[in-house]
């Protein structure tokens, strides 16, 4: 099996290229280093079953040009800006790198006669739904970020491209992702505002904003039970854990871990962190539960877990 990973210099998809490499795949590995880094793609640089393209995925033609020989059975496409505050400043990031990477992937898989895809979607379509819980079927979906927007239109575009040309398609929406090799986020935010002031952290928002955090390996799993074979047509699974951890829990998880003592908590105010932030929301997990598959680290152990890599 030949599998194409864009945005496998990620943080997500680095450790799945190396999931897929262990379980015998070809992989192809395009990334443009936006957010990704080359270290990340040496540690498999030596394997005969990987193959890295620096390429700008935006760029459909060049895209398609370079690889239109290879023959790929399956793409995860991962590729897309993964800070949602810088997208938050300037709408076009989210325009280019979270919504037409989908584009291009798309049509990569229409000209090449592709028919499998994994999609990585987000908690973040849903918008800010106060006290609804987040069922698949879930429509009139008002996402209130441009990253969650422009998800939200792949998510569309998926939709027909999978229909108009017989694709097996599986979309995963997951809330926040952390563990080993993470390089942003409220933990790196923490750590690093820790070390210039070790008696002071400014927390955004009131410090209650409280979401699911998914261990990394727990979400690799799981892609890799469900797109072994993906079933015809489309399919939708919301991926998480059961708990959640707030923004507080999290300054006194990495407080704790790293060693700081008697830490001011000096909160800015207000109930979310930034514009476009979704606080709090419950995303219902039956599909997949019904499928077998639970996390098996709580959102507060995956905090916890986390931190001591950094470490
Ligand atoms: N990390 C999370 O908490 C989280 C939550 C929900 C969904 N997701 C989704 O999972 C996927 C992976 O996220 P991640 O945390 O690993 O982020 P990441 O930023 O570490 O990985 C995304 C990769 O895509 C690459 N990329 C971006 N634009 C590109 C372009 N135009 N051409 C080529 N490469 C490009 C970046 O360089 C980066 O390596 C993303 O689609 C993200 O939206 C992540």
């Not at 290879?70 to 979270?98: F, R, W």
């Not at 969650?148 to 239109?153: H, L, N, Q, T, V």
């Not at 871990?257 to 979704?278: F, H, I, M, R, S």
Request: hydrophobic share 35%; with cysteine; net charge negative.
């Amino acid at each position: 099996m030949k599998a194409l990973v864009t945005g496998g210099a990620g943080f997500i998809g680095s450790h799945l290229v190396e999931r897929l490499l262990n379980e015998g795949y070809e992989v192809i590995c395009v990334d443009n280093f936006t957010l990704g880094t080359q270290e990340r793609v040496d540690k498999f640089i030596n394997n005969s079953n990987y193959k890295f393209y620096k390429i700008d995925i935006n760029n459909t033609e060049d895209f398609c040009n370079q690889l239109k020989d290879e023959k790929i059975d399956i793409i995860y496409h991962l590729a897309a800006n993964s800070d949602i505050q810088k997208g938050g400043k300037n709408p076009m990031v989210d325009y280019n790198d979270t919504f037409m990477t989908t584009f291009s992937v798309l049509e990569l898989m229409r000209r090449n006669n592709i028919k499998n895809l994994f999609f990585s979607s987000t908690s973040a379509i849903y918008g800010d739904e106060k006290g609804l819980l987040m069922t698949e079927d879930l429509g009139g979906l008002k996402p209130i970020s441009y990253y969650g927007g422009a998800k939200f239109a792949s998510e569309s575009f998926i939709s027909s491209y999978s229909y108009m040309n017989d694709f097996n398609t599986m979309i995963f929406r997951f809330p926040n992702v952390i563990g080993p090799s993470l390089t942003h986020g409220v933990i790196f935010d923490f750590k690093k505002k820790l070390e210039k002031n070790p008696n002071e952290l400014e927390i955004l928002g009131d410090g209650t904003q409280t979401k699911p955090y998914i261990y990394v390996l727990d979400l690799i799993d799981v892609i890799m039970m469900m797109t072994k074979e993906i079933p015809k047509g489309i399919e939708i699974y919301n991926i998480g854990v059961e708990t959640a951890t707030s923004v507080t829990t999290i300054a006194d998880i990495v407080c704790e871990e790293l060693g700081y003592q008697n830490v001011k908590y000096k909160y800015t105010g207000g109930n979310v962190g930034w514009k476009g932030d979704v606080p709090k929301f419950q995303f219902d997990l039956t599909k997949i539960h019904n499928k077998g598959w639970h996390s098996s680290y709580t959102s507060d152990e995956a905090v916890r877990e986390t931190v001591r890599h950094i470490k």
